[in-house]
């Protein structure tokens, strides 16, 4: 290989990184529509009781770096709204949730609807106005 092809191997492979990089950036922390019908029980996360008029489940491990920030932002939220919870379950110790609700990466949060129904879902760090329109739309229906 000649040092010519060889600079552009890595000038490629460098661009390709950044778009892939930006694109995964773009995406992580927006909220994406829920696909299906998809539901959640309190038992399967190991709660008593979901919120009464919207819960917003938290898949997190013990490692996640950006995983308290993002409980503390959705409890936060969620303590601002009648009927809303927030649960945090620990997928170090639930790991068969991971396959069942197809998390990726921690933190993913969920938006659940009264019924149980996943309205929405976040990979990443939430953006906190994001999360509280959605729940306001939750809410409203």
């Keep these: 290989m000649t040092a010519a092809a060889a600079l552009l191997t890595v000038l490629a492979l460098v661009a390709l990184a950044t778009v892939l990089g930006l694109v995964w950036k773009a995406r992580a922390g927006r909220l994406r529509a829920s696909r299906g019908d998809v539901r959640l ?3 399967e996360v190991g709660a008593a009781e979901l919120g009464s008029r919207a ?3 938290q898949f997190s491990t013990e490692f996640c770096a950006q995983c308290p920030a993002t409980a503390r932002v959705l409890g936060a939220i ?6 809303v919870e927030h649960l945090d379950v620990d997928l170090t110790v639930r790991p068969e949730l991971a396959g069942r609700f197809a998390v ?5 949060t969920l938006l659940i609807d009264a019924t149980g129904r996943v309205q929405g879902r976040i990979s990443g760090p ?3 106005a994001e999360v509280r329109s959605a729940l306001d739309r939750i809410l409203t229906e």
């Design 55 to 57: 819960t917003l489940v």
């Design 104 to 108: 990726l990466q921690t933190p993913t």
């Design 78 to 83: 969620a303590a601002d709204r009648d009927g």
């Design 126 to 128: 939430v953006r906190p």
């Design 41 to 43: 029980t309190a038992a």
